[in-house]
């Protein structure tokens, strides 16, 4: 679809919504500007002060998503619904994703989501990495695969393909729905080919981290010391999702009981969960609290981890983001991510109302907002690097995450 369709479509649909929650600042679409970045905000000294205190060969993005329509060949899947325009709050979505990310180009939108994610990977200092996320299928508790309840899918041999064919500016994470029958054999071919650690979206996927059905896969995973990063809290990335108490962080003591070492994607800093450690008096709780309660289990020490992606979102935006700012004793657990390409989903980020809100010094929101509309990966990272609670900020240990990946 042509941007000028794109605008039809989705700003006289779910711009309005989208509007109404999050006031888009810097408009409803990205601009998608094709030139570099412009060197006065590269050499900015607010760019300059971003990279003080780390290592730029030990930067890896541990969540950036690898999307497209398989009209290359590279075996993505995608649900009919995210094409087509009768199904609004799918395709709504997917044209917004298609449209931060700058893929609708002539060559096709595999290939333009590469090119343009190469470019503005390429701006990041020498060593910076971006990790790739293959994404499996719904599967059913027999291990039957359900496109039918499957939004999208990213082949492990795509992402990796990707990986191999750029290997100065990416890695891959690999997606093994656990179900599977072959599922540990599939891990160990991951490993072997080169993959960093398992992906999954439970309440998408149709997984409970906490089944024995998970055992075999978790003891494999353990075995191999191979990291599990995994959604937690609500998910809204796409429509109808069905199992949402799936994304539950209490679920995840099952894989860490069993030595895996586990990353929770946002901190779970979404919706609210069962507090099951009660039982039957079980209330609902944040999910983030949830997960506050699993950091502070010293029996977690070395084995919970958590993604900080998306949590600069304005939905996201408050407690949790406070936390994670201020707990001097957390930043050594907290690993850097982009979540790419939501950062280049206008609506949902808004500097000035981060400066409103205290986490922002009123002269960074201008460069912040001209940098995006240049590199949202680039805005996604000095944003954080800028923000600031109570006198704190993000440790430069939290952007180092190439440790974490053991080779």
Same mark, same amino acid.
């Given at each position: ?136 299928y719904h599967y059913d508790a027999s291990g039957k695969q359900d496109r039918l ?10 992402a990796a393909r990707v990986s191999q064919s750029l290997p100065d500016r990416f ?66 990335? !796409?429509?109808?999702? =069905?199992?949402?108490?799936?994304? @539950? &962080? $209490? *679920?995840?003591?099952?894989? %860490?009981?069993?030595?895996? +070492? ?102 960074? !929101?201008?460069?912040? =907002?001209?940098?995006?509309?240049? @590199? &949202? $990966? *680039?805005?996604?990272?000095? %944003?954080?690097?800028?923000? +600031?609670w109570q006198g704190k900020r993000l440790s430069a240990s939290v952007f180092e ?7």
């Amino acid at each position: 679809m042509k941007r000028r369709n794109f605008i039809k479509v989705v700003g006289l649909g779910a711009a309005g919504t989208l509007s109404a929650l999050y006031w888009p600042d810097e408009g409803m679409l990205n601009p998608c500007f094709s030139e570099k970045t412009p060197g006065e905000l590269l050499d900015h000294p607010f760019m300059h002060e971003s990279w003080e205190g780390i290592n730029s060969a030990e930067y890896w993005d541990v969540h950036t998503h690898l999307i497209g329509t398989g009209d290359s060949g590279s075996g993505i899947y995608l649900h009919s619904s995210m094409q087509d325009i009768f199904s609004p709050a799918q395709y709504v979505r997917f044209r917004f994703y298609i449209n931060a990310s700058c893929s609708d180009n002539v060559e096709g939108i595999d290939q333009g989501y590469i090119q343009r994610l190469s470019r503005l990977q390429q701006e990041f200092p020498p060593g910076a990495k971006n990790m790739l996320l293959a994404f499996d299928y719904h599967y059913d508790a027999s291990g039957k695969q359900d496109r039918l309840r499957s939004p999208f899918s990213t082949p492990n041999a795509y992402a990796a393909r990707v990986s191999q064919s750029l290997p100065d500016r990416f890695e891959w994470i690999a997606s093994i729905h656990p179900y599977r029958e072959d599922s540990v054999e599939e891990l160990h071919a991951a490993v072997k080919a080169g993959a960093r650690a398992i992906k999954w979206l439970p309440p998408v996927m149709g997984i409970d981290p906490s089944s024995q059905r998970c055992d075999r896969f978790y003891q494999a995973m353990a075995e191999l010391d191979i990291p599990l990063l995994t959604h937690a809290g609500d998910e809204h990335a !796409v429509d109808g999702v =069905e199992a949402q108490h799936m994304g @539950n &962080p $209490l *679920l995840l003591r099952r894989p %860490l009981e069993q030595g895996v +070492r586990v990353i929770v994607a946002h901190c779970a800093s979404e919706g609210v969960g069962d507090d099951i450690d009660h039982g039957k008096a079980a209330t609902k709780q944040e999910n983030f609290l949830l997960f506050k309660r699993l950091m502070e289990d010293k029996n977690y020490e070395g084995r919970l981890f958590g993604d900080i992606s998306a949590m600069t979102q304005l939905n996201r935006v408050g407690l949790a983001l406070q936390t994670i700012i201020t707990r001097d004793d957390w930043q050594h657990r907290l690993l850097n991510g982009s979540d790419y390409p939501l950062p280049g989903v206008m609506p949902l980020f808004s500097t000035k109302k981060m400066y409103k809100l205290g986490y922002l010094a009123k002269e960074r !929101v201008s460069y912040l =907002e001209q940098l995006r509309q240049y @590199n &949202p $990966l *680039l805005f996604d990272f000095v %944003l954080k690097r800028s923000l +600031r609670w109570q006198g704190k900020r993000l440790s430069a240990s939290v952007f180092e995450t190439r440790k974490f990946f053991r080779n």
